[in-house]
């Protein structure tokens, strides 16, 4: 975690969808930095358009206006360098674990047979699911569903890896073990992360900083600098400087999930009791 | 390779397996439980002096069997089998070929889709048997007219069932494997395809029954065809013409089985074509 230029940068971006008679901006003015070799974790009201950041930083969507630039340049269209890791699994159904995780560079060319299999050999070694190389994805457990993904992702070597709520749907013991097991990943090799989720717990103990975005049309809120030391681990949860870092985005959030209910009066009315209570 | 060694000892033949298989035996019993019901309805005519429905009219499966075994004899009984298997087969096929890349292009080819799904869709529910007289005049032998109605009993079926099953893909494969690198091509050959296998095979199961629906009631329409056997559905019609009811029967019971056997095809391709199916 020595060097922290910045590897991308969105710029001003906005995107709207839907027809002139009823477009809805969904992002408006997005601008942050990923910082090479560190995790940035985004957070944001559910609904908020998390989904649509990622989209556009992978290349899927393009901006109406503002840029995003990796290493300097635009980034138009989706590439190996900016991998998704999705929510829902996109495992092919019909490729077994290696050929899934062979996938890319197979795709692409640019590995030889041998070299391919040995780096498939060591990422699939690393995830841990050595002994289910042939075992399809649907004859496979929901969290060795997701580390087979991370190791069809690493495997292309990507200079960003994009995250989006890629432990969502898990039971509680699966999605504290990917944790975990993914937070190992991040500190044994540098790699430049950005992780997507709506957990806060899980984004304040992997991110390097940790950005929280607002209700639509999403903006940045706010960046919190994670100060945690490392190698961490779930425990320091439990901490002090944790807890406070909580509260402090947890109030950011609460104010911007409430936004969406203080339309109407009832709304506003909830609203009001609610902020009292709390 | 201790391990290896355990599971072949492990392993016993299919029919071994078959034997043992509780599922085969229901279905025996069932068969034969059916038999036994139908034998004692037509042999009884009636129960309490009323008539036995449907099994009281009918020859007994006993009188059937004999039929059979007389029918067996003769060539004309196998030259049915022959033909309608080969109308089936060839009527299928020529669905399978015209169908699937014409679903797949409906798929992926907005322009195409745009300018083939409407005519497509107004030709789509025009049974097959509606189209006997025109396709009698449209083609020079009875034996092609057939055929085609036989190819436009599956090649709806097909054709829908591909083009459903190629836009449904998850769109999230295809983003997965663009930014993997993957070109139009890639994307075409190596996601759209695996992934409407399941709709094709499911199309082709469909299909291949109302491909047999058609090729019986197209030759019981149109004569047979040739001059000789006529394929199973004229070996019905004439059967039924010549009032010998245990031989409708027979020839009935002929088709059940063609169809039977042409489904488990299907399946069996189907299992080998996609062994990520199969485990479940």
């Known amino acids: 975690m020595t060097e922290t230029s910045n590897l991308m940068e969105v710029r001003n971006v906005s995107k709207a969808f839907g027809e002139d008679w009823e477009r809805e901006q ?15 974790a985004i957070v944001g009201p559910s609904g908020c358009g998390k989904s649509t950041v990622v989209n556009l930083l992978a290349g899927f969507e393009s901006p109406d206006s503002g840029q995003i630039l990796l290493e300097g340049e635009t980034v138009s269209g989706p590439s190996k360098d900016r991998l998704v890791v999705f929510q829902e699994t996109a495992l092919m159904p019909w490729l077994n674990t290696y050929q899934n995780v062979t996938f890319g560079p197979k795709l692409r060319g640019d590995m030889s047979a041998r070299e391919l299999k040995i780096a498939a050999d060591r990422i699939i070694d690393t995830v841990g699911l050595r002994e289910f190389k042939d075992k399809y994805p649907l004859q496979l457990s929901g969290g060795m569903q997701r580390r087979a993904e991370l190791a069809r992702a690493l495997i292309n070597q990507p200079l960003v890896m994009i995250m989006d709520e890629p432990f969502r749907g898990l039971d509680a013991m699966t999605r504290q073990l990917m944790q975990e097991f993914y937070l190992r990943l991040c500190e044994e090799e540098e ?45 320091m949860l439990s901490s002090p400087e944790a807890y406070d870092y909580k509260r402090h985005a947890m109030e950011m959030l609460h104010e911007e999930a409430l936004k969406s209910f203080s339309g109407t009066e009832s709304g506003s009315e909830f609203l009001k009791s609610y902020t009292q209570h709390a | ?48 002096g009323f008539m036995v429905p449907f099994v009281g009219k009918v020859a007994p499966p006993t009188d059937v069997m004999v039929r ?35 679903g797949l292009a409906m798929a992926v080819n907005k322009y195409f889709r745009g300018m083939f799904f409407p005519p ?14 025109a396709s009698i ?119 059940g089985l063609a169809g039977y056997i042409s489904s488990s095809l299907i399946r069996y391709v189907g299992h080998a074509c996609m062994p990520w199916r199969r485990m479940f």
Do not use: C, H
Not at chain 2, 6 to 20: A, D, P, R
Not at chain 2, 74 to 102: C, D, H, K, M, N
């Open chain 1, 191 to 235: 790699r430049t992360n950005v992780f997507v989720t709506s957990e806060l717990e899980e984004a304040i103990i992997l991110a390097d900083s940790l950005v929280v975005l607002s209700n639509r049309p999403t903006t940045v809120r706010e960046v919190v600098q994670i100060d945690l030391p490392r190698p961490r681990n779930l425990d």
């Open chain 2, 120 to 133: 497509f869709e107004i030709l789509r529910p025009i049974p097959p048997l509606a189209w006997v007289p």
């Open chain 1, 26 to 40: 969904v992002v408006e003015n997005l601008s942050l930095n990923i910082k090479r070799n560190q995790l940035t």
């Open chain 2, 137 to 255: 005049i449209f083609w020079p032998t009875t034996e092609l007219s057939i055929m085609f109605v036989t190819f436009l009993g599956a090649f709806y079926t097909i054709v829908i069932n591909v083009l459903g099953g190629a836009r449904s893909i998850d769109i999230q494969y295809l983003r997965a494997a663009q930014s993997m690198g993957a070109s139009q091509w890639d994307l075409f050959y190596k996601i759209i395809l695996p992934g409407t296998l399941p709709s094709i095979f499911v199309g082709a199961a469909v299909g291949m029954g109302i491909t047999w629906e058609v090729v019986l009631a197209g030759e019981m329409i149109s004569g047979g065809g040739q001059q000789g056997g006529g394929g199973l559905g004229f070996f019905i019609w004439s059967s039924y013409m010549g009032g010998v009811m245990d031989q409708v029967i027979v020839g009935m019971i002929s088709i």
């Open chain 2, 1 to 48: 390779m201790a391990q290896a060694v355990v599971k072949t000892g492990k392993q016993k033949s299919k029919i071994v397996k078959l034997f043992f298989d509780l599922t085969f035996w229901r279905g025996v019993v069932a068969i034969i439980v059916f038999l036994v019901l139908w034998e004692i309805g037509a042999q009884a005519k009636n129960w309490f």
């Open chain 2, 68 to 102: 059979w075994v007389e029918v067996a004899g003769w060539p004309g009984y196998w030259e049915s089998w022959y033909l309608s298997t080969g109308r089936v087969f060839l009527g299928f096929i020529a669905a399978q070929v015209v169908g699937i890349p014409f």
